[in-house]
């Protein structure tokens, strides 16, 4: 898997692009990857999803956000993704 974050977000494998088009999504992916081997806490995650603050239910909809991150990198690296 390639994932690029300078210049823009991108991420392929096996030469087809799986890169969320979400906002939130790859929010998220760029900064799990620029901390890679790092723990990332859930309030530095919905810190840079909501600046201002979270709304109710953000702890929901991160964790929905990183169910579908997981999911899309597992089908890509089965070869069942997009």
């Known amino acids: 898997m390639d ?3 300078l210049g823009g ?3 392929r494998e096996n030469g087809a692009s799986i890169t969320p ?3 939130a999504p790859r ?3 760029a900064l799990l ?3 890679a081997d790092q723990v ?3 309030t530095v995650l919905t810190e840079e999803l909501w600046p201002s ?3 109710r239910g953000a702890r929901a909809e991160l964790q929905a956000h990183i ?3 997981r999911a899309l990198v597992e089908d890509a690296l089965r070869g069942t993704g997009p």
């Open 67 to 69: 169910a579908g991150l």
């Open 27 to 29: 929010q998220l992916l």
């Open 53 to 55: 603050g979270a709304p």
């Open 33 to 35: 990857t620029a901390s």
């Open 3 to 5: 994932v690029r974050i």
């Open 21 to 23: 088009t979400a906002a």
């Open 9 to 11: 977000l991108s991420v």
């Open 40 to 42: 990332v806490p859930v």
